[in-house]
């Protein structure tokens, strides 16, 4: 993977969480997985095609995602019903959105899905041929931690009848 594409996850990810929770993070130490991704409570999962390919995974733990949700709306929630399941999965969007135009400013135009969230320890995710850059990310919400699994691609657009985005296989 181009390490290219850590710093604009990373800067994307202080930036929103910051302004949308007030969650200020700090960075721990960085790995590279190639084993399948196997999931945390909740997981929301954007596809990027185009200069930079592949998928991007937001993962944490039950207590993150509601603390998180709560937090962007303001009032003290004590489940994660369709309002906080929405608003984390909108919460990678545009982390995931701020990043792409990061990306593109450094002459690696994406275009990426819109988020699918997945709840449920246990599923494993297998990104095939894309290791993954695991970035944990410490703060006053509870840990998250992105998982890039990118690979620099051919300059095209999003066609779902022409270019398939990465594969990706769940069990």
Known sequence: ??????????EAAFEVLQSEAGCTMTRAEL???????????????ISLIG???GNVFYS?????????ASRMLGENL?????????????????????????LS??????????????QGQGATISTLDYPR???????????LVIHLAL????DRTFNPAHNPVAPTHIQ
Request: charged share 25%; hydrophobic share 45%; glycine share 8%.
């Open 105 to 118: 400013q450094a002459g690696f135009a994406a275009t990426i899905s819109p988020p699918t969230l997945m």
């Open 78 to 102: 004590d489940e994660f019903d369709m309002l906080a399941q929405s608003g984390i999965a909108e919460l990678g969007n545009v982390i995931t959105g701020k990043a792409s135009v990061k």
């Open 1 to 10: 993977m181009n390490v290219k594409f850590l710093n604009p996850f990373v």
């Open 133 to 143: 850059l695991v970035v944990p990310l410490k703060g006053d919400c509870g840990p």
């Open 60 to 68: 944490m733990s039950a207590d993150t995602a509601l603390r998180l």
């Open 151 to 154: 690979r620099e691609g051919a």
């Open 31 to 45: 790995r590279l997985e190639k084993e399948p991704y196997v999931s945390d409570d909740v997981t929301v999962i």
């Open 51 to 53: 200069r930079v390919e």
